[in-house]
């Protein structure tokens, strides 16, 4: 079946200590989306790709940064992480303006 | 103001209760629309797209005002397995705005 999986489920990090999150899709879409979501609170986009065209969001920090090599994988990279990165981190993807396919997600714990 | 506003509830209703979920959004030049639901620490998961005319899916009704700026999400004859939280998601420049979310519990 077709799909967008994340690696891995659960991370437990340190506070400082560099992390890395995967995401792979089997959809062929071209737009790949990271959301940080926090208990109750809505997914906040983090930034996108349109392809290799990556857009960040203006009040993203600096600590997150991504990666796109190709069409089916994207990561998730946190410097420095803090006490207040802790979050689920999500997933998706899409055609163009269409509707959004989301990963499982990983939750982060920063120690 | 929030871009997509919801009232996050929760809303607690007896089992073959009938419930709404409005939703109001601030840019008129919003092109797509969508309820998501999510269940407690699960992704998000279409439920619906919301298109002009409304449409229907089995028990969900979904409506578009663009006057008004809002979308309407009905279920019908609730289920337990409805419990959960619904997103409302509006696209106005070609990614994914979502609303904080409307918790609904359904009750035996």
């Known amino acids: 079946d077709a799909m967008v999986i994340q690696n891995p489920r659960y991370q437990v990090t340190q506070f400082g200590k560099p992390v890395t999150l995967s995401c792979s899709q089997t959809l062929n879409h071209n737009v790949m989306y990271w959301y940080q979501q926090k208990s109750s609170q809505a997914p906040k986009l983090l930034f996108h790709y349109y392809d290799k065209d990556f857009n960040n969001e203006a009040d993203t920090p600096d600590n997150f940064q991504s990666r796109r090599p190709n069409t089916s994988f994207c990561f998730l990279d946190i410097r420095s992480p803090g006490l207040g990165d802790a979050a689920m981190y999500l997933c998706a993807t899409s055609t163009t303006g269409k509707e959004q396919f989301f990963g499982p997600g990983t939750r982060l714990t920063v120690l | 103001r929030k871009e997509v506003e919801q009232d996050p509830g929760p809303f607690n209703v007896p089992e073959g209760a009938t419930v709404a979920f409005n939703c109001t959004y601030s840019?008129?030049?919003?092109?797509?629309f969508f309820w998501y639901r999510q269940d407690c620490r699960k992704e998000p998961k279409l439920l619906m797209s919301v298109y002009s005319s409304g449409n229907e899916d089995g028990r969900f009704t979904a409506q578009l005002n663009r006057a008004s700026q809002y979308i309407s999400l009905l279920i019908r004859d609730s289920k337990l397995s409805d419990s959960a939280t619904y997103l409302c998601v509006v696209n106005p420049w070609g990614k994914l705005i979502f609303g904080q979310g409307t918790t609904l519990q359904v009750k035996p």
């Open positions: 840019n008129s030049a919003s092109q797509s």
